[in-house]
């Protein structure tokens, strides 16, 4: 069974395999953080349910250029640092203020992370969100995209650094519910929520 949990709060009492965000104190198994924990799970280990983006190897991201020398392009990634692509990466220029989706290939130990795959995105909006309620927003094996893309008819992109790209379709009942699964991300079931909740939307709106 899923529940919150305040850092320093006792998780289990007997051993487990170890997870994120948790610690061992006397053999008793402890939150380092504020989040989720699921009780029947074999490994102990917290969501969070705030907090920075930190990068990590494979990640998806969503990146706006900020900058532009000789060699390449500063990207912002809604963390700690910022990431650089060469030119040559790119098939065509980039300017400021353009949207790009890449893939982190590397994390360095002071959390600087290194891009691969860059993509520029065309015209559309960029949505924030907080950064631990990202994997929430693409649900297991992509469940929760498809239900915001294909009950919203938006084309979405989602990065695991809080941030979403969307264009076309309904853009405003997207961020609707957008909010929804951010206010409701420790709720259990919710993709069946989310699904009834587009439902009556979409009622409402069309009739």
């Given amino acids: 069974m899923k529940k919150v949990v305040i850092p320093g709060e006792i998780l289990f009492e007997e ?3 170890l997870g ?10 402890y939150s380092k953080v504020l989040g989720i ?6 490994t102990a280990t917290v969501v969070p349910l705030q907090g920075p983006y930190v990068p990590r190897r494979d990640d998806s991201v969503v990146g706006v250029i900020t900058r532009e020398n000789f060699a390449g392009y500063g990207v912002n990634i809604n963390s700690f640092n910022e990431c650089f692509i060469p030119k040559s990466a790119m098939r065509t220029p980039l300017s400021l203020g353009d949207v790009i989706i890449a893939k982190v290939s590397n994390v360095s130990e002071l959390k600087e992370a290194d891009l691969t795959f860059p993509k520029r ?4 909006e960029v949505i924030s969100v907080n950064p631990v309620r990202s994997p929430r927003l693409i649900g297991k094996n992509g469940s929760m995209l498809d239900i915001l893309s294909q009950g919203t008819d938006c084309e979405v992109f989602i990065g695991k650094n809080g941030r979403l790209w969307a264009r076309n379709g309904d853009l ?11 206010e409701n991300s ?4 919710l993709t069946n929520a989310v699904e009834s909740l587009l439902r009556k939307w979409l009622r409402w709106k069309y009739g």
Avoid at 22 to 29: D, E, Q, R
Avoid at 121 to 124: A, E, H, L, S
Avoid at 172 to 182: A, G, H, P, R
Avoid at 186 to 189: C, D, F, H, L
């Fill in 20 to 29: 994120s965000n948790v610690f061992v104190l006397n053999g008793k198994i």
């Fill in 121 to 124: 995105m065309g015209d559309g």
């Fill in 172 to 182: 405003e009942l997207l961020k609707k519910t957008v909010k929804f699964i951010e």
């Fill in 15 to 17: 051993r487990k395999r």
């Fill in 186 to 189: 420790y709720k259990s079931n």
């Fill in 37 to 42: 924990t699921d009780n029947e799970n074999e």
